[in-house]
């Protein structure tokens, strides 16, 4: 593995608390390029998160940490329900009855992550439970199945704004795939991280 020099994008947002549209456009761009690599070869990562994407002296950002990742044998559902860091687990993992996760193809599960970090890049905290609160297993929960739609920014674009929400869609069956967010127009630019 290469050396990544400027450590994980957590530690990053530690330094910067938020980060231009332009570069999260950028580090959306090559978090899906790598997801999209991964699931081509029948991989869910699992665990997408800041800490887990690393970033090199060049800018670059480079998914790592495959402790939880599934390889898709015969079904698309390759994944244990509760696998990953809850906070950035999607709906359907957090609570399978209600969202008919025995069914859901878990690929999808990725994207809600990036839809987190993404957010989470912008804002400069946790985007789904509100400033100061307490992010414990029920308030994760309830923010992830049943909370409303996380508040934007009203400075970001229309398509910053439609990026998140087609990662953040709460029903699996209706949230972005990697090809399709691939060719959304917040990642058609040519941004690094600077």
Same mark, same amino acid.
């Given at each position: 593995?290469?050396?990544?020099?400027?450590?994980?994008?957590?530690?990053?947002?530690?330094?910067?608390?938020?980060?231009?549209?332009?570069?999260?456009?950028?580090?959306?761009?090559?978090?899906?390029?790598?997801?999209?690599?991964?699931?081509?070869?029948?991989?869910?990562?699992?665990?997408?998160?800041?800490?887990?994407?690393?970033?090199?002296?060049?800018?670059?950002?480079?998914?790592?940490?495959?402790?939880?990742?599934?390889?898709?044998? @015969?079904?698309?559902?390759?994944? *244990?329900?509760?696998?990953?860091? &809850? =906070?950035?687990? +999607?709906? %359907? !993992?957090?609570?399978?009855?209600?969202?008919?996760?025995?069914?859901?193809?878990?690929?999808?599960?990725?994207?809600?992550?990036?839809?987190?970090?993404?957010?989470?890049?912008?804002?400069?905290?946790?985007?789904?439970? @509100?400033?100061?609160?307490?992010? *414990?297993?029920?308030?994760?929960? &309830? =923010?992830?199945? +049943?909370? %409303? !739609?996380?508040?934007?920014?009203?400075?970001?674009?229309?398509?910053?704004?439609?990026?998140?929400?087609?990662?953040?869609?709460?029903?699996?069956?209706?949230?972005?795939?990697?090809?399709?967010?691939?060719?959304?127009?917040?990642?058609?630019?040519?941004?690094?991280?600077?």
């Amino acid at each position: 593995m290469e050396h990544m020099e400027r450590g994980s994008l957590y530690d990053e947002l530690r330094v910067r608390a938020n980060l231009p549209e332009d570069v999260i456009s950028g580090i959306a761009r090559s978090v899906l390029r790598g997801l999209q690599y991964l699931h081509g070869m029948q991989i869910v990562h699992g665990d997408i998160k800041p800490s887990n994407l690393l970033i090199n002296g060049k800018g670059e950002v480079k998914i790592a940490d495959f402790g939880v990742s599934k390889i898709v044998v @015969g079904t698309r559902n390759a994944y *244990d329900t509760f696998m990953g860091t &809850c =906070a950035y687990m +999607s709906p %359907e !993992r957090v609570d399978p009855e209600r969202w008919n996760g025995g069914n859901a193809d878990g690929f999808v599960g990725d994207i809600w992550s990036l839809g987190v970090v993404v957010l989470e890049c912008c804002v400069g905290r946790y985007p789904l439970i @509100g400033f100061g609160e307490k992010p *414990d297993w029920a308030a994760l929960m &309830c =923010a992830i199945c +049943s909370g %409303e !739609r996380p508040q934007m920014p009203e400075t970001v674009s229309p398509y910053f704004r439609s990026f998140v929400r087609r990662c953040l869609e709460k029903d699996w069956r209706n949230r972005g795939t990697v090809d399709e967010l691939l060719h959304h127009p917040f990642v058609n630019g040519t941004f690094e991280l600077r």
